[in-house]
């Protein structure tokens, strides 16, 4: 499925874990890979700083989509934090797939500080599944909308 | 006096909604609340009381009051546009209508409300009167009468009719409207109703409830009693009670950043919530027994105070049946009664 | 429920507590409202009865504060609440006495007036020690019946148990009243399509007043400054401006007691607009329980709460698409 000439543009939020997505997207960049526009980067301290709040306000001001981008399990800078960040945006998405919301809204990808090319595909992945889904109408404060 | 058979209500409701708005009691999700009539909507006129008070229709629970944009290097303010539409709400009870009487006092007065005011000048009125009233109800305390309300129409469900008498200008207005719908009755029904609605209140335990000792000057007396430090202990400080009430005025105004501008809204606030009339030093109120004894001294001590003797309660009886914690002002007004009575 | 009142008695004559944490009688039939009583004399308005649904553990937060022993009386499924409370250092152990109480379901009077009775003057059949499975109801238009479990709240229906998981002693029977999974509504929801669940819960969120009044009962709802209570907080506490703010705030309530809640069906009994609110907790708790292990809050004072803890093998978010 061809993304240019959709009149829809998303907006993609993604936050990303400051040891290893972060820089897993500089590499991306420095080694001329592609990701779309549309993803706006968040950096966080650890993926386990990502409060269930941070993804609902997203949507709230009008995210089509939300990714959360941590170290692999294992890899975590402070040991553990992205194990207990699974088990957070686990219980999360399953209860916004609950409520309704179109569950390929959200997503988790461990990328690490290597992975500049793991990183553009995700990206890349994740938007067009956005695209795919459309305008995200569920989870919005319509207020954010003028 | 007129009168339309119930099986044709759908279509006075349809020809009503033809030229304005019209808001009555719907019943969503197992629930009955005022809202906005549609063919789909489940109108539940035998309901006795709605959750939430149709106070919403005149004072809604948020409404918009204007919104800051940028624009260049110059702030644009667009104030929110007031009440210009006629519309119609439909199946208030008599205490309900007395509500508003209450909310008149406060927003009607100087300095204008004139969001509130617009839609005043705007709705008009259709009350029901009560056919069975409920052991949670008190409105005789407060001099309503169940049987007979207020209202621009007057409307009696009785047997397979409902009986309509207009009793004000924009009554006679809306009769005019709906004339093709309506036909003569006289009014023999209506008063045998109005006897047998009086005779279920005279059964119900709170109606002959007394409010000796609570007045506007009662102020000082009241405040300092000790009691009050007993009444609290079980409430939770939710707002359920005032959210419920037909006379709750107390509002909040409240920022929002959209992203694009700001929006500044109001939304009713509650006495019972930590920061109820937060300023900038902090709150004066600091615990939940002083939130507590303001809602009840609000309604029956410096509400009278300032309006002539009248109370801020209506005796709706909402908050008797809703509080988690089965607290309430008739408990409240017994408490210090019986208090006094030991005295 | 005399023998609750002379052991009451007993303990406060005896200096043993300080005061007595139950019920006391309303001025219905069906309205008890939780308080102390601090004295032998006040005991006379003590009632204990199928209106007695308030969990008295939440109220345990404050009397842990106050000087001296509080005796509580506390239902089956109350003490699943103290324990996790206990937990969460909360409540004072070595402050309290508890008396387990029996329990034959709790009643809704709303669920009395659904059946169309009103004018209500006295109800029999309510008292714990009655044996029998319908309720009398006095009203002004005559005497009316009810089945017993059809005036029962719906935690009743789906019941963890008549075991009390914490207690210095017990009184009186209880009698089972489960008849229900509790999660079968869940898994109905659970299988509706997008569209379909999201107008289910839309319907049903539309109705919430934020009144707060789910948050202010629930005993997992602990904290003492809730963030929804910051008035820096862009959708305020009191406000339902847009139809987001009550999903915000029922998602992020039920989040934050994931893995606390103990399923005791507090916040769906208060709330005034009758919103199914357990229906959230619930998706949690066996989210929880098929994914991590079966984990019952309250169950004891000890082990790790599942969002505290994590294994190696955890299941990816993914899994959520997955599971479809």
């Known amino acids: 499925m061809s993304i240019e000439n959709k009149s829809f543009r998303p907006k993609i939020v993604a936050f990303c874990c400051n040891w290893c997505s972060y820089a897993g997207a500089d590499l991306a960049g420095s080694s001329r890979l592609s990701y779309p526009a549309d993803v706006k980067i968040i950096r966080v301290p650890c993926s386990c700083r990502v409060n269930p709040m941070f993804i609902l306000r997203a949507f709230e001001k009008g995210a089509d989509g939300v990714i959360m981008c941590g170290c692999h399990p294992g890899d975590c800078h402070y040991s553990t934090g992205n194990f207990y960040a699974r088990r957070r945006m686990t219980l999360l998405f399953s209860m916004l797939d609950y409520i309704g919301v179109e569950n390929g809204r959200t997503r988790v990808e461990w990328v690490s500080a290597a992975e500049g090319v793991k990183f553009s595909d995700t990206m890349n992945s994740f938007v067009e599944k956005i695209y795919s889904l459309g305008e995200n109408v569920r989870l919005g404060d319509l207020r954010c909308r003028n | ?343 | 429920m005399q023998e609750l009142i002379n052991r009451a008695k007993e303990m406060l004559d005896d200096g043993t507590v300080a005061r007595v944490l139950g019920w006391k009688a309303g001025d219905l039939p069906y309205n008890p409202e939780p308080a102390y009583f601090e004295d032998a004399e006040s005991l006379k308005d003590f009632v204990y009865n199928g209106f007695c649904g308030a969990n008295l553990s939440k109220y345990m937060i404050e009397a842990s504060k106050l000087e001296g022993k509080t005796l509580v009386f506390l239902k089956p499924c109350d003490t699943y609440s103290f324990n996790q409370l206990i937990k969460e250092h909360r409540v004072d152990r070595e402050k309290a006495y508890i008396i387990g109480v029996g329990c034959k379901g709790k009643l809704d009077i709303e669920k009395i007036r659904a059946q169309g009775i009103k004018g209500i003057e006295s109800i029999e059949g309510a008292e714990i020690t009655d044996d029998a499975d319908t309720l009398k109801v006095q009203t002004i238009y005559g005497e009316k019946s009810c089945a017993y479990a059809d005036a029962m709240l719906e935690r009743c229906h789906v019941c963890k148990g008549k075991e009390h998981k914490i207690y210095d002693e017990q009184i009186g029977e209880s009698k089972e009243t489960k008849d229900g999974e509790r999660f079968d509504e869940v898994a109905r929801i659970e299988a509706m399509a997008p569209a379909e669940k999201f107008a289910f819960f839309q319907k049903e969120l539309s109705k919430c007043i934020r009144c707060n009044a789910c948050r202010n009962v629930c005993p997992a709802c602990s904290c003492r400054k809730c963030v929804f209570d910051s008035n820096k907080f862009d959708s305020a506490q009191k406000a339902n401006v847009d139809s987001f703010e009550e999903k915000m705030f029922h998602i992020i309530r039920a989040f934050h007691v994931a893995g606390r809640c103990t399923d005791c069906g507090e916040c769906s009994r208060v709330c005034p607009q009758g919103i199914p609110l357990h229906l959230f907790n619930r998706k949690f708790i066996k989210d929880i329980d098929e994914l991590y292990g079966e984990y019952q809050a309250g169950d004891d004072t000890e082990s790790k709460a599942p969002l505290t803890n994590y294994t190696f093998e955890d299941a990816e978010p993914s899994i959520v698409g997955k599971r479809g």
């Open chain 2, 1 to 343: 006096m007129y009168k339309i058979a119930k099986e044709n209500l759908s279509a006075l409701f349809r020809l009503i909604a033809d030229s304005q708005e019209l808001y009555l009691p719907v019943k969503t999700a197992g629930q009955v609340n005022f809202a906005a009539w549609s063919e789909e909507a489940e109108v539940a006129l035998d309901t006795l009381k709605s959750v939430k008070s149709p106070k919403d229709a005149f004072f809604p629970q948020s409404e918009g009051l204007y919104t800051v944009r940028r624009e260049g290097k110059k702030m644009k303010v667009e104030p929110e546009e007031l009440k210009s539409q006629d519309f119609v709400v439909f199946g208030m009870k008599a205490c309900d209508v007395k509500g508003l009487e209450v909310l008149d006092n406060v927003f009607l007065a100087d300095p204008i409300d004139t969001f509130y005011a617009a839609r005043r000048e705007h709705g008009t009125i259709v009350a029901l009167a009560c056919h069975e009233p409920e052991e949670s109800c008190f409105c005789k305390v407060f001099g309503v009468d169940a049987a007979d309300p207020a209202a621009d129409v007057a409307a009696w469900m009785i047997g397979e009719d409902l009986y309509w008498k207009a009793l004000t200008e924009k009554g006679e207005a809306l009769t005019k409207k709906v004339k093709e719908l309506l036909s003569d009755a006289d009014e023999t029904a209506v008063e045998a109703e109005k006897e047998a609605i009086r005779g279920i209140a005279e059964k119900l335990p709170y109606m002959n409830l007394s409010l000796d000792g609570w007045n506007g000057d009662a102020l000082s007396e009241k405040f300092d009693d000790k009691l009050w430090e007993e009444l609290y202990k079980p409430c939770l400080a939710c707002g359920t009670c005032t959210f419920v009430c037909p006379t709750c005025q107390c509002y909040d105004i409240k920022d929002y950043n959209t992203g694009n501008s700001v929006s500044r809204y109001r939304c009713w606030d509650s006495c019972m919530y930590s920061d109820f009339t937060m300023m900038a030093h902090g709150n004066n109120r600091t615990s939940q027994m002083q939130r507590f004894r303001q809602r009840f001294m609000h309604k029956l001590v410096y509400y009278p105070a300032n309006n002539d003797g009248m109370y801020s309660c209506v005796g709706c009886g909402r908050c008797v049946e809703k509080c988690p914690a089965s607290l309430n002002i008739v408990k409240v007004i017994k408490a210090f009664q019986k208090q006094g009575g030991e005295r």
